[in-house]
């Protein structure tokens, strides 16, 4: 497995965990090459990086004391992943700036390998509309954005904004080299994101569900290696890079766009959340409170069950299902495992915190229809969907060996 990374260090005060991450990377086997800000210079000396990792380290765009060739370009092509811990806001309004004004935002620019951003910074800052708002576009470029931890922050202050502990860093970093394109060339089908039921012109039945599961399912599968079609309903978040992304509206036009894509697909993953039930009837105007009393009464039919028709027809598919309960969650994720002839589902009790709707987090359980039960901890839903990844994969191989 062993690769070459290129790890960016920005100017923040966790650069003392990054230092631990190094040296951990080297031990793994792994060829680390640094690249410093002039930030980071401040708070560690590069001579620290260059004596763990046994490279040079590179803080200067104007160098011309590398042979063979212009530095940013040369560390661009050599890299395998790129890695940048912590990344500041700084670093990363430029970044989704399109700015190249030193070696590392440059690198970034010229490199073609996967980019990975460790932030790291205040929780106010964090959470900041500008910084999220950089994050997103970001992560519609095809960056990876692995989330800050919880907890007391360098300033006194509690809250997210933490980098992860080193090992923590350096396990995430080993097993993204090792699964570059352990996905390919399996062509995957997603559903993301609520449907809606109109009403009438102006309102519509839906639920909380932001889509942040099944996107992150879908960049995941794309990173590594995966040709991925994303049939999202309504969401504000951007489309995945690399991505073929299908917008839909209504439960019906969900299931048509799936029914239309199924034959060209080998993993299904079910995770938008579709309404069981539509209208009856759409009224052509608004309705109007003077003309009705103090209740409506509104007639409900069934929406096609969109889970059940793929695996009465899946054929060699793996079929992956998800189920977000508020009672009984085994129970009811066994029973629907069965019942929708699905190889696995994906369980969640939307009462627990951090793991409902709309929230950046979730803590799953993954059942297969072999019986066994894998019980995930509380994790970000990017680090979620690799875990979820990993479950496909082995079945797949299982399956396919």
């Known amino acids: 497995m062993p690769g070459k990374v290129l790890l960016g260090v920005c100017g923040g005060i966790a650069v003392y965990k990054v230092v631990s991450v190094a040296s951990g990377l080297r031990r793994q086997g792994i060829d680390v090459q640094v690249v410093m800000t002039e930030a980071a210079t401040r708070l560690v000396a590069p001579l620290t990086f260059q004596t763990l990792t046994g490279n040079r380290v590179y803080t200067d765009i104007f160098t011309t004391e590398q042979p063979g060739g212009v530095p940013h370009i040369t560390l661009a092509q050599e890299a395998d992943l790129v890695v940048i811990a912590p990344a500041t806001a700084n670093v990363i309004g430029k970044l989704a700036a399109g700015l190249g004004d030193d070696l590392l935002t440059t690198v970034v620019l010229a490199t073609k390998a996967p980019v990975v951003l ?10 900041n509309p500008v910084v999220q708002s950089n994050l997103d576009r970001l992560r519609s ?14 300033c006194g202050q509690v809250g997210q904004g933490r980098l992860p502990e080193p090992e923590h860093v350096t396990s995430w970093i080993v097993d993204r080299l090792a699964r570059r394109q352990d996905l390919a060339p399996l062509r995957f089908l997603i559903t993301a994101g609520p449907t809606r039921e109109h009403i009438d012109p102006v309102r519509f039945l839906s639920n909380p569900s932001s889509g942040r599961m099944g996107y992150a ?10 040709n991925v079609t994303l049939v999202s309903g309504p969401t504000e978040l951007p489309p995945p890079a690399g991505v073929k992304l299908i917008n839909v509206t209504s439960a019906r036009q969900m299931r048509d766009a799936v029914m239309e894509h199924l034959p060209e697909s080998d993993v299904v993953i079910k995770a938008a959340a579709v309404a069981d039930y539509r209208p009856a009837q759409v009224e052509a105007q608004k309705i109007k409170k003077s003309e009705h009393g103090e209740t409506i009464t509104l007639e409900m039919v069934r929406n096609p069950d969109i889970l059940a028709e793929i695996g ?22 066994a029973a629907k495992l069965q019942a929708k002839h699905l190889d696995m589902i994906v369980a969640n009790d939307v009462r627990e915190a951090g793991s409902g709707f709309a929230v950046a987090t979730n803590r799953v359980r993954i059942l297969t229809n072999d019986g066994h039960c894998q019980e995930l901890p509380l994790g970000p839903k990017e680090q979620v969907a690799d875990w979820i990844l990993d479950a496909v994969r082995k079945v797949w191989q299982s399956r396919n060996d």
């Not at 470029?141 to 360098?154: C, D, M, Q, T």
């Open 118 to 127: 460790f932030p790291a910074m205040n929780v106010n800052m964090f959470q």
């Open 312 to 333: 009465a027809q899946k054929g060699q598919r793996l079929l992956v299902g998800f189920a977000a309960e508020t009672r009984n969650l085994m129970e009811n994720a």
């Open 141 to 154: 470029f095809g960056f990876e954005i692995v989330a800050p931890a919880s907890g007391e922050l360098a």
């Open 217 to 226: 399912l879908a960049a995941a599968a794309h990173h590594r290696g995966g």
